[in-house]
């Protein structure tokens, strides 16, 4: 089983920034990538931003140049710094990592989600 915390999310103006923490907990893949998505409403879940065990990160090309995804594996936790924030933003943020349930399979873990809202 695996836990994911997120925190960090909240409303501003466009223009402005929110950092976004997902602290993950349990049996986590050793060679999981961890990453970001979001939903807005009427939409499909969409990657954001990833990042492998190595540090290589991965962006969509809607956030490239404005987000910035970190990890601390010591702390395992992982943060989407965003800046420049724009009202297509505006969504519900998940932290996605793959680990292992109680029998021992590889699937993926999703947060509770975290309310990003951007108003123009």
């Known amino acids: 089983q695996v836990q994911l915390v997120e925190s960090g999310g909240g409303s501003v103006q466009a223009g402005g920034s929110l950092r976004l923490s997902c602290a993950a907990s349990?049996?986590?893949?050793?060679?999981?990538?961890i990453g970001w998505y979001r939903q807005a409403p009427g939409n499909q879940r969409e990657l954001v931003a990833t990042?492998?065990?190595?540090?290589?990160?991965n962006y969509a090309d809607s956030v490239k140049g404005r987000f910035t995804i970190s990890r601390d594996n010591a702390k395992n936790t992982v943060y989407l710094q965003m800046n420049s924030l724009k009202p297509e933003d505006t969504a519900v943020y998940y932290c996605?990592?793959?680990?292992?349930?109680?029998?021992?399979?590889?699937?993926?873990?999703w947060g509770q989600g975290t309310q990003v809202t951007i108003s123009s």
């Open positions: 996605n990592v793959i680990g292992y349930d109680s029998g021992g399979r590889r699937i993926d873990y």
């Open positions: 990042i492998s065990t190595r540090g290589m990160t």
């Open positions: 349990g049996s986590i893949a050793s060679d999981s990538a």
